[in-house]
């Protein structure tokens, strides 16, 4: 059987030298494949072309609602994916974070539809005042890129490396062109022939290339974005690639590090964080067979405790059963191939050089169900640098596999540095219970770091683990680790989009934005051409329009206003009550209640009978900017801010949309007094 690549909505075989596909577990042929004689220019071309006009065309819930259907729809899928899984050497739950984990990403950054706005594009930030009268303002806004997302991924998730990126990507609004590792690039095609066969996503929207890419960066454009996920030292061969360079072409790189794993020196044997720790090394020297870029390859404890550890970490290793993950009792599978095999035992020579073994084998391992000759079979290994100062191969050199190295250390100081000399990493681990070493450790190792975790008692139950990123936080790391951010919420998404700074009169930013700005021509709907409207409380979702405005009737405040809402609330204050205790503050007297302007303001603008307002369920950006005294009056502007639409979540449901009002509340001489944003659900005209 040979692969096939996804080309300009085509499956096409490649021609031309192949190579071999091979089963981790039994050494069988799966197939070939080749990208022999595809023209990566057209690719490019046709997903900046065809894939990217539909996606930029839609709006943030549109993508999102798009992200969610197809991550049912894999859902509904998956078993087929963890049989080919096993292929590549996974067990049941290494797969579960590949697939599942991959799922989950498009779940999660479909739900980003709720917090980016319901454009194509997303306004970024607040708005920057850049005159005194007001006319002239400045703001940001972040619009799809016009080109491809090309994804060059590292073959140990073989899915979740793809969907982590497309994920993001699609939901920017860019089309991609996936190429994962060859090794395991059948179960990337498996997921992509369902994805296409899905209509789902629109044509062009995603490409796939099995074999080698080599030239397509030669085709790449300022439009693009390249990611790549693997080896720190082609990451950096790819990045200085004068196409890369000459067009300025965004690189986000996300490498294999040497990351560390700390035992506090409070978590002591016997203690809940102690056994917490050990359980978590022997997790990340298991899972996946070691290979995950996020992996602990340091293993950093107290000196005083370095013989427990060596003993406990040997003993929960001692437990682990390796073999075919299709046998009842396996933890263990194997590594991606015999060249991967071969590499780690390359990288781990490297290391002896520092080291000593302390568990493990390099030569041998007992297997379950399998032939150990024939499979890509690995022992766990720990390592020990009893001296990781003098002897610094383990700070440098990395076996991607299950190894590991054990060093002692002599204070929070010292673990910090150590820490360090990864020169950058993904992540690092802390198990303590201690606060004090938690704040220390942190503050000192967060530069080098792109993601910390405290492990302790409290969140043992709902940790994800050391080396679990999570899609809506940051993953990427400094230096070693490549200098790039992958996921991390609406964070991943802006990789994909540009950032543009829009300059005028608030009524234009207002129009472009569909964010209405302070300043700009409102539409009085007391006064519109001489013709009275409905109330904004009275008018459906699809009927209100950005810069509605209901100018509310005047109320005076007075003394006895302040004495009603101190008994009603219990708020009895010395400003609002005690006329004698204001020397030496900002009042000239007795001050209304911040809380009471902005309660008397609702009562000012909101329309009392039923109507399309379903109810208000928030208020955002209050502030209270000017002292309201006996005497004053107040008013409301109530002006339509922003709408976001809504989808229905069964089809019995309400449709609706939220609305959110800006309430500018106003004394006699047209001075804000405090100001805030309610959000409003407001049903629609059309039920369907």
């Given amino acids: 059987m040979q692969l096939e690549n996804y080309i300009a909505g085509t499956w096409v075989k490649g021609s031309g030298k192949q190579s071999d596909l091979i089963d981790a577990i039994t050494g069988d042929l ?84 709720r917090v980016l706005g319901n454009m194509p594009f997303y306004v970024d930030g607040d708005t920057v005042k850049t005159s005194k009268g007001g006319t002239f303002i400045g703001h940001h806004i972040m619009v799809p890129k016009e080109g491809v997302a090309v994804h ?124 917490l720790f050990i359980k978590e090394v022997g997790k990340e020297m298991t899972l996946k067979c070691g290979q995950r870029c996020t992996g602990a390859r340091r293993i950093m404890v107290p000196a005083n405790v370095l013989e427990d550890v060596q003993i406990a970490i040997g003993k929960r290793l001692g437990g682990t059963v390796i073999g075919d993950p299709r046998v009842e009792g396996v933890r263990m599978g194997a590594l991606a191939g015999q060249t991967q095999r071969k590499e780690v035992k390359r990288a781990l020579d490297e290391l002896l050089k520092g080291s000593q073994i302390v568990y493990g084998s390099a030569d041998s391992v007992d297997v379950k169900g399998a032939d150990a000759s024939k499979g890509a079979f690995m022992s766990p290994i720990l390592l020990l640098n009893a001296d990781p100062w003098k002897n610094q191969q383990s700070h440098n050199v990395e076996a991607f596999g299950p190894v590991s190295t054990l060093m002692p250390y002599t204070d929070i100081d010292d673990a910090v540095a150590l820490t360090k000399l990864g020169k950058g990493s993904l992540c690092a681990s802390i198990a303590t219970f201690d606060e004090k070493v938690a704040q220390q450790f942190v503050w000192g190792a967060a530069s080098h770091h792109g993601r910390l975790l405290i492990l302790n008692r409290e969140m043992a139950k709902e940790n994800t683990g050391h080396g679990s990123p999570l899609a809506t936080l ?48 409102m539409n009085d709907l007391s006064r519109n051409s001489g013709i009275t409207r409905q109330h ?153």
């Avoid at 073989?158 to 690039?185: D, F, R």
């Avoid at 990045?239 to 560390?260: C, G, Q, T, W, Y």
Wanted: aromatic share 8%; charged share 20%.
């Fill in 536 to 688: 904004s409380f009275r008018m459906h979702f699809e009927e209100l329009q950005v810069g509605d405005t209901v100018i509310t009737d005047i109320h005076p405040v007075t003394l006895q206003d302040i004495e009603d809402f101190a008994h009603l609330s219990g708020d009895k204050f010395y400003a609002h009550m005690d006329a004698n205790s204001l020397e030496g503050t900002i009042f000239t007297g007795r001050v209304a209640h911040g809380y009471f302007i902005l309660s008397r303001a609702a009562g000012l603008f909101v329309d009392p009978p039923k109507g399309p307002v379903l109810l208000n369920y928030g208020l955002d950006e209050c502030r209270f900017v000017k002292p309201v005294y006996p005497g004053m009056t107040i008013q409301v502007r109530f002006t339509v801010k922003e709408k976001v639409d809504q989808e229905k979540r069964t089809p019995e449901d309400v449709a609706k949309g939220i609305v959110k009002f800006l309430v500018d509340v106003f004394d006699e001489t047209g001075e804000t007094v405090a100001i805030a944003t309610i959000l409003t659900m407001v049903k629609k005209m059309d039920q369907s």
């Fill in 152 to 275: 060059i991924n590292a073959f140990n998730f073989p899915i979740w490396g793809m969907l982590e990126k497309v994920a993001t990507n699609w939901m920017a609004g860019v089309p991609a062109v996936v190429k994962p590792a060859t090794v395991t690039s059948y179960l990337t095609e498996a997921m992509v022939k369902d994805i296409v066969a899905s209509g789902i996503v629109p044509e062009g929207a995603i490409q796939l290339i099995v074999g080698s890419a080599e030239g397509i960066l030669d085709n790449v454009m300022h439009q693009d974005v390249v990611t790549f996920t693997g080896s720190a030292s082609t990451g950096r061969m790819l990045k200085k690639h004068p196409r890369i360079v000459d067009e300025s072409v965004p690189f986000n790189m996300e490498a294999d590090s040497l990351n560390a794993i700390v035992l506090g020196p409070d978590a002591t044997p016997g203690t809940e964080e102690f056994d």
């Fill in 474 to 521: 940051v993953h990427g790391g400094p230096g070693r680790a490549g200098g790039g951010e992958e996921m991390g919420g609406k964070r991943g998404v802006m990789h994909y989009l540009q950032r543009t700074a829009i300059q005028g009169h608030p009524s234009m930013i207002t129009a472009i934005t569909q964010q209405y700005q302070q300043g700009a021509r």
């Fill in 30 to 113: 799966i197939g070939t494949t080749s990208s022999g004689g595809l023209d990566f220019a057209h690719m490019l071309h046709y997903a900046r072309t065809v894939g990217g006009p539909p996606l930029r065309k839609m709006t943030f819930p549109e993508r999102g609602r798009m992200l969610k259907a197809l991550a049912q729809y894999l859902f509904e899928r998956k078993e087929k994916y963890y049989e080919i899984s096993y292929r590549t050497g996974a067990t049941k739950a290494d797969s579960w974070v590949d697939i599942e984990g991959g799922i989950g990403n498009l779940f999660a950054n479909a739900s980003l539809r």
